[in-house]
């Protein structure tokens, strides 16, 4: 099975630079849209490698058995001249039969809704002002130093992406407040957070609602962005967002390249027209953090 698994990543990494895969067995369609999206900002993948590793083996019955596994792609990008590297960690499960691999897929998971407080934009309570300053180089070298990895000292979540988009936005110098009310303000502490901390519809709800503390205007292209800002994603354009990305760079365009857990990843175009969540229905809101 691990020979089998092996030579399919050879196969989708060498898609990456050529396309000698095109209509065959072990062709992905995701590889050559991120091809199909470079081409497009005149930008291609230099060289790529995936290295695997299996997370668990279920023998089911009748010879069937399948592979838990992750990948570590890594993409060395030229874009207009200017080299940078991509990475992603794809959780994937593979299927077989009588030992042959039958079908392996990326398992995606999105954010399912909590309840109908989470959408609720805080009431402010009073007047008093929390004075801070966004350190932009902090938030970002925290999202570099976590983006594969979780942070102990706090709690990790599943579908994990708003949780780590709030640790850097706090790394950054954004004060937690409104603890205990998981409906208000932007908290983690004693293993319970605010709905805003971590769920990426009412982070999005909260950001632009917020008139002290931690809170963000929204602009209306991704251009407008600065390092350190946040970009949430409505993949089925139903109003409601499921995913938060912070941008750490920008590339030869000026255009943001972006950090993000649960699918984890790192410096990856911050339209998501790679990601198998997208959809041509996709909306995005662009957010750009304020100083308070």
């Given amino acids: 099975m691990r020979e089998q698994l092996q030579e399919l990543l050879e196969k989708r990494t060498q898609q990456c630079v050529t396309q000698k895969y095109r209509g065959s067995t072990h062709f992905c369609p995701k590889i050559e849209q991120k091809k199909e999206s470079l081409t497009k900002r005149t930008g291609e993948i230099v060289k790529a490698l995936a290295t695997g590793k299996v997370k668990s083996l279920d023998h089911g019955e009748d010879q069937k058995s399948a592979v838990h596994y992750h990948v570590h792609f890594k993409y060395l990008i030229n874009h207009k001249g200017i080299l940078f590297l991509e990475e992603e960690i794809e959780e994937r499960r593979a299927e077989f039969y009588k030992g042959i691999l039958v079908e392996d897929k990326e398992i995606l998971r999105l954010e399912e809704a909590v309840n109908e407080n989470e959408i609720r934009i805080e009431v402010e309570d009073s007047d008093e002002r929390i004075t801070y300053q966004y350190d932009r180089l902090k938030a970002i070298q925290y999202a570099e130093r976590w983006w594969n990895s979780y942070n102990p000292a706090y709690k990790t979540f599943e579908v994990d992406c708003t949780n780590y988009i709030s640790q850097c936005l706090h790394a950054g110098g954004a004060p937690m407040r409104g603890y205990p009310n998981r409906s208000g303000g932007w908290w983690m502490m004693n293993q319970n957070w605010s709905f805003s901390w971590s769920v990426a519809n009412s982070l999005r709800s909260y950001l632009p609602g917020s008139k002290r503390g931690l809170r963000a205007i929204e602009v209306s292209s991704p251009e407008e962005l600065q390092l350190g800002d946040v970009i949430?994603?409505?993949?089925?354009?139903?109003?409601?967002?499921?995913?938060?990305?912070?941008?750490?760079?920008?590339?030869?365009?000026?255009?943001?390249?972006?950090?993000?857990?649960?699918?984890?990843?790192?410096?990856?175009?911050?339209?998501?027209?790679?990601?198998?969540a997208y959809t041509p229905n996709i909306k995005y809101k662009f957010l750009t953090i304020k100083d308070d």
Avoid: K
């Fill in 232 to 276: 949430c994603y409505d993949f089925q354009g139903d109003g409601r967002f499921d995913h938060t990305t912070i941008v750490t760079a920008m590339d030869a365009d000026g255009m943001p390249l972006v950090n993000a857990h649960t699918t984890n990843s790192r410096m990856r175009y911050w339209a998501y027209e790679d990601s198998t």
